[in-house]
């Protein structure tokens, strides 16, 4: 398998920070969400459990999930739930199926390729997660789950499941979230913004000065400023008159 990918493409750089701020926040609440213990898929069924002991329930979660890919650590190699072999056509990976589409649509490589050589990162794990990180984000999922599933492969799996908290947006936790969100990557802080408040369903502006302005539920604005070097300067909401 030829290594094509020794970096990520400025397209891929950009659509991950586009879901680096919410994607982040969806990721922490997932965390929480999240009982410590056991893990299982019945992947016939689309079901995941985790939580509670081997031989009891108690505080065990049951989600519906999709396939998002694998990573094999001995080949150093990222392989979407839809290319896999044994999975193609099933409804597990139906919901994944569309970021091969996305990824066509929009000349982003890295979405479209069935499989991935990740030997010529400096951190293929890393880039694995990455892979991750965008695909959950492009599908618009809560989150991603990443767990072992036998020697020398790592499982991804997408929560397809109401039962998953999705953080609102709100004038408290804008500041943290957008801060987060671009200290994630630091390839593109306006697609960090934009791509939070799109993604809430928050009208935004940008005006002559730089300055992106949004519409909070609660009826106020935030402003977001950016400095010479195009970083996030100040987050903050103003009551609208």
């Given at each position: 398998m030829a290594n094509e990918f020794t970096?990520?493409?400025?397209?891929?750089?950009?659509?991950?920070?586009?879901?680096?701020?919410?994607?982040?926040?969806?990721?922490?609440?997932?965390?929480?969400?999240?009982?410590?213990?056991?893990?299982?898929?019945?992947?016939?069924?689309?079901?995941?459990?985790?939580?509670?002991?081997?031989?009891?329930?108690?505080?065990?979660?049951?989600?519906?999930?999709?396939?998002?890919?694998?990573?094999?650590?001995?080949?150093?190699?990222?392989?979407?739930?839809?290319?896999?072999?044994?999975?193609?056509?099933?409804?597990?990976?139906?919901?994944?199926?569309?970021?091969?589409?996305?990824?066509?649509?929009?000349?982003?490589?890295?979405?479209?390729?069935?499989?991935?050589?990740?030997?010529?990162?400096?951190?293929?794990?890393?880039?694995?997660?990455?892979?991750?990180?965008?695909?959950?984000?492009?599908?618009?999922?809560?989150?991603?789950?990443?767990?072992p599933a036998g020697p020398g492969t790592q499982v991804y799996f997408l929560p397809d499941d109401p039962q998953v908290p999705r953080p609102a947006l709100d004038a408290i936790t804008l500041p943290r979230h957008l801060l987060t969100g671009a200290g994630l990557i630091g390839h593109a802080p306006r697609e960090v913004v934009t791509g939070y408040f799109d993604h809430h369903g928050a009208p935004w502006e940008e005006g002559a000065d730089g300055r992106i302005v949004a519409e909070l539920p609660d009826g106020s604005a935030a402003e977001v400023d950016f400095d010479e070097l195009g970083r996030i300067a100040g987050v903050r909401a103003v009551a609208r008159p």
């Open positions: 970096r990520f493409s400025d397209a891929f750089f950009l659509e991950a920070e586009r879901h680096a701020a919410w994607g982040a926040a969806q990721l922490e609440a997932l965390t929480a969400f999240l009982p410590d213990g056991p893990w299982s898929a019945d992947l016939e069924a689309c079901r995941y459990q985790q939580g509670g002991s081997q031989g009891g329930s108690q505080g065990e979660v049951e989600l519906r999930i999709a396939v998002l890919g694998s990573y094999d650590t001995d080949a150093e190699s990222w392989m979407w739930g839809w290319a896999n072999p044994g999975l193609q056509g099933a409804e597990v990976v139906a919901l994944t199926s569309a970021i091969a589409r996305y990824g066509r649509v929009y000349g982003i490589a890295e979405l479209s390729e069935p499989v991935l050589d990740l030997s010529g990162f400096a951190d293929p794990r890393r880039a694995a997660e990455m892979l991750a990180f965008v695909g959950m984000g492009v599908a618009g999922a809560p989150g991603y789950i990443g767990a």
